[in-house]
C-alpha cells in the first residue's frame, strides 16, 4: 500500500494484465485473502461449451449475455439503431443465453432514463425484431442449427426513474430511506407507492410479461436488483401493508407477477436478476476513496443480504426459495446497486465521472459475486445460476470461468461490459485463440459515465464504431472538466 492509500484505506492492487500465469494470479489471491477459481488455461470444446437445459430451451453453451443498456432508445420508449446494433453484436458473441438484452419498462413512469426501451402494444413489434436480428447473427456464428435462450429484461425503476425529456428525478419508492432519500433530492418529491399502486404494477408486469411471450422471447426476468423497484422492496422491512415488513410480504410482488404470467402466459419462463447482497450507500471520501456513509441507528436494517457493512446470505436464500417455489427457474446474480455501492456491483479499474475510486482490490469484488452465487446455488438447489461480473478480470475471464462452470459454483457466466468492446471473447476462446488485448474491456467505465451525462452509451474507448462518433469527443471534453484540477 502506498502511503495515499494508507491514508485513505485504499486496499492495493496488482493490473490484470500484469499476470503472466494462472499460478501468478492464484498467488496473487492466495496472498490477498481472495478466493478466487482460476484454470491454468481455457480448453476449447470444454466444459464452457457443453449444454444446458435452463427450462425455457437448451442453451447450446455457457456463455451469457448480461442486461447492457445503450441510452439510446426513442422518447416512445422504441429501439434506435443504436441499439439494434448491441443486440446485432450480443448475437455475434455465440452466447448460448441472452439475459434480458436490456432493461425494457413495463410502463412511461418506470423509465430509469428518457431513451429506456418501453414494452407497448406500439412498440412490440420492433422488440421482436431485437430478438429476431440477435438470433440470426447467433446463426451466422454458430449455424443454423443453435438457437441461444433469449429472455427480456422487465423493470420498474422506482426511486431512479427518469422518464421524460431533461432526464429529472420522478422517485416512486417503496418506502422512506432515511440516506437514499437525499440522494434523490435534486428530483421532484418522491412518491411511495401505495398497496393498491403496487397492485397496478404487478398487473403491469403481467401484462408486459405476456406481451414478450408473444413476441418470442423464452422467458422474462422480473428485475430485482441494483436499487430499482423490485430491488427496494426486499429491504422495505418497515413498509407497513402487504408488500412490506416480513419476509413473506417481501416476496409478494414477485410472487404475484410470477402466479398472473403463469396464467395468461403458460410457456414462457421465469427468470429473476437478483442482488444477493447489498451495503450502506458509499459516496467519495478522503483522496475520492470510496467510504459508506455513516449510520448513527442501531443495526443498519435497508441492507437486503447484510447488516450494512458485513454480508449474510441467509434472507436471499429464503427469498430465493420461495422464488422457485413460485415457478421461477433462472437467476442472475448480481449485488448492490450501481448508484450508492458500484464497487459491490461492477467492480472496475477505473470509476465513471460521479463515482468514487474503489476502496478495495477490485478482485475481491467480482470473488465476493462468484462465491455468493456458488453458495446459494448450493443452498436453493434447482434452479439455472448465471454469474455476473467477471469483466474486471480481462485476459483471465476465460480460465476463471471455466473453472466456475467446472467447480459446479454457476451454471452460465455472463458478460456485461465486456460484451460492448469484444462480443467476440468466447468464440475467439473456444477457436483457442489468445484474447485480442485490444478489445479486452479494461473497465474505464466510460460507459457508463457517458449516460450519467447524458450521453448514450457504448465502449467509446475500444469500438471503432463509438470512437468515430461526435459523442466520443464530448466524452474526452466531460472528463477533461470531471478532472481534479491540482
Ligand atoms: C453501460 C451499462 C449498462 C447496463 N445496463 C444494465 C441493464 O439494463 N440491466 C441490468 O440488470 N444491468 C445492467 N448493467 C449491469 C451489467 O449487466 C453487469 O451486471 C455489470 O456490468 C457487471 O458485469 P461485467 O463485469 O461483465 O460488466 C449495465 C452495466 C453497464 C456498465
Not at 259 to 278: H, M, Q
Not at 302 to 316: H, I, N, Q, T
Not at 406 to 427: E, F, H, I, K, N
Amino acid at each position: 500500500m502506498s502511503a495515499g492509500e494508507a491514508e485513505s484505506g485504499r486496499e492495493s492492487h496488482l493490473k490484470m494484465s500484469s499476470f503472466t500465469s494462472g499460478g501468478e494470479l492464484r498467488a496473487r489471491c492466495a496472498e490477498a485473502g481472495i478466493d478466487l477459481p482460476v484454470d491454468d488455461s481455457f480448453q476449447p470444446g470444454g466444459p464452457m461449451s457443453t449444454p444446458l437445459a435452463t427450462g425455457s430451451g437448451s442453451a447450446p453453451n455457457r456463455w451469457a449475455i448480461l442486461p447492457m443498456e445503450g441510452w439510446d432508445g426513442t422518447a416512445e420508449g422504441r429501439p434506435t439503431e443504436f441499439t439494434r446494433r448491441r443486440w446485432r453484436r450480443f448475437g455475434q458473441s455465440g452466447a448460448g443465453l441472452i439475459w434480458g438484452g436490456e432493461a425494457v419498462a413495463v410502463r412511461h413512469d418506470g423509465r430509469a432514463n428518457p431513451n429506456q426501451l418501453v414494452i407497448i402494444e406500439e412498440t412490440l413489434g420492433e422488440l421482436a425484431s431485437l430478438r429476431e436480428e440477435l438470433i440470426h447473427e447467433h446463426q451466422m456464428v454458430r449455424g443454423a442449427a443453435s438457437k441461444p435462450v433469449v429472455g427480456l429484461q422487465l423493470t420498474h425503476s422506482g426511486r431512479w426513474s427518469r422518464p421524460h425529456a431533461g432526464g429529472r428525478l420522478e422517485p416512486w419508492i417503496a418506502y422512506r430511506h432515511p440516506l437514499l432519500d437525499r440522494r434523490v433530492a435534486s428530483g421532484l418529491p418522491a412518491r411511495v407507492m401505495t398497496d393498491s399502486d403496487l397492485d397496478r404494477l404487478v398487473d403491469d408486469f403481467v401484462v408486459a410479461g405476456e406481451r414478450a411471450s408473444r413476441a418470442g422471447f423464452d422467458f422474462v426476468d422480473i428485475k430485482h436488483c441494483h436499487g430499482y423497484l423490485g430491488h427496494e422492496l426486499l429491504s422495505a422491512v418497515d413498509r407497513p401493508g402487504c408488500y412490506g415488513g416480513t419476509l413473506e410480504n417481501r416476496c409478494r410482488f414477485l410472487r404475484s407477477v410470477a402466479a398472473g404470467l403463469r396464467s395468461v402466459a403458460p410457456g414462457l419462463g421465469l427468470g429473476v436478476r437478483l442482488s444477493l447482497y447489498d451495503s450502506l450507500p458509499f459516496g467519495p471520501g478522503p483522496g475520492g476513496v470510496g467510504r459508506a456513509e455513516a449510520w448513527d441507528g442501531a443495526a443498519y436494517p435497508y441492507a437486503f443480504g447484510g447488516d450494512g457493512v458485513y454480508f449474510c446470505l441467509d434472507e436471499p436464500a429464503a427469498w430465493l426459495t420461495m422464488a422457485r417455489d413460485a415457478g421461477v427457474q433462472l437467476i442472475c446474480t448480481t449485488a448492490g446497486s450501481p448508484y450508492h455501492n458500484p464497487h459491490l456491483q461492477r467492480p472496475a479499474a477505473q470509476p465513471p465521472s460521479d463515482g468514487y475510486l474503489a476502496p478495495e482490490d477490485p478482485l475481491r469484488g467480482v470473488a465476493r459475486q462468484i462465491q455468493a452465487t456458488a453458495t446459494l446455488k448450493r443452498r436453493v438447489p434447482g434452479l439455472v445460476w448465471v454469474g455476473s461480473a467477471y469483466s474486471y478480470l480481462q485476459e483471465w475471464i476465460g480460465p476463471v470461468a471455466q473453472a466456475v462452470v467446472t467447480g459446479g459454483m454457476a451454471d452460465m457466466v455472463g458478460l456485461g461490459r465486456l460484451a460492448l468492446s469484444y462480443p467476440q471473447l468466447p468464440l475467439d476462446l473456444e477457436a483457442g485463440l489468445v484474447p485480442d488485448r485490444k478489445r479486452v474491456c479494461r473497465t474505464l467505465s466510460d460507459c457508463t459515465t457517458a449516460p450519467r451525462n447524458g450521453l448514450i452509451s457504448g465502449c467509446y474507448p475500444l469500438d471503432p464504431f463509438y470512437k468515430s462518433l461526435p459523442q466520443a469527443v464530448e466524452l474526452r471534453i466531460i472528463k477533461e472538466n470531471s478532472r481534479p484540477r491540482r
